[in-house]
């Protein structure tokens, strides 16, 4: 049988029906409550709660689904970047082999013309969403680490991971959209746009990154893996005293291939108080780096790892203010993306980053 493609106003009971029929459920569905849950920028999520004729029969009684966004700037936004395609086909063909703890995907399909997309999965509450503007805990922070080192383990120098062409960065992907002039008129709307939002330090910061951008882009030449691109407490679902587990990872809409070390720079400088990310920086680095050696990568030095942070750290500030200005401009969008940016730049600071540009 098969299943359309739906946006959630369009969800019927006999769609969810044959939607849990293709994850193996016998179980028919007369009725059901739709929620909107998260903070996605580029996708919209709806929690839906599950009423059956005969009893559950052992599927889930609640699933969310996860649409392109209602806002048409947003939604456009992800069609050009492949976002939508991105993360389906990650679902369909990675997300087994990937290591790290995801939602269950029940159905997932999508479009690649159109980029018309849905995905319906597993529902992770009690566990909750991360908050970035509130930042993590040490304990979050390590669990999210581990995750990450597998997730980067898990393909380490896979050349088969080159010929997929929905993965950015691969020899097989398209140009990526980022080139330097638009690089610099993004910037320069953001800061027109957010006027003394951007202090002295940001501003620095940005005009030398988009001075030397096409040397940041096309700099790294060491080991590549698959890595999340927005490793951030806003898509991690993280454990509560009711249960969960310790994290898991959504969004995988911005998947690549590059540097892993680029996920760990992402999180600490986003989701860390300058002090505390200053005083824990190399204990956590040396963590992640037994992380990967327990995923079977034993050739990465500790000084290689460094370098390659400091020098990723470039990351967090750059998604801060190209997403700031190609998404639904939103109250908590902007606080939100000024925060990153604000954490990005001590970030860069504290580890001298522009001289590795």
Partial sequence: MSIPILRPEAVTPSWLTAVLAHAGYSARVTDFAAQRVGTGQIGDSVRFTLAFDGGANGAPQTLVGKFPSHADASRATGAALGNYIREVHFYNHLADSARIRVPKSYFAAVDDATSEFVLMMEDLAPAEQGDQMAGITLDQARAAIAEAAKLHGSHWNDPAIEDLWWVSGTRAAPKSPADPERVIQLWQAFCQRYGDRVDGAGRAVGDELCAKFASYAEGYSGPRCLTHNDYRPDNMLFATAAGGAPVAVVDWQSLGWGCGALDVAYLLGGALPRAV?????????????????????????????????????????????????????????????????????????????????
């Fill in 277 to 357: 990310r200053r005083a824990q920086e190399d204990d956590l680095l040396a963590f992640y780096r037994d992380q990967l050696a327990q995923n079977g990568v034993t050739d990465y030095s500790f000084a290689t790892l460094k370098r390659d942070y400091a020098r990723h750290s470039f990351q967090l500030f750059l998604t801060a203010f190209f997403a700031a200005m190609i998404v639904e401009q939103t109250e908590r969008g902007d606080t939100m993306f000024l925060t990153m940016l604000r954490g990005a730049t001590e970030q860069i600071e504290d580890l001298d980053a522009l001289s590795l540009l």
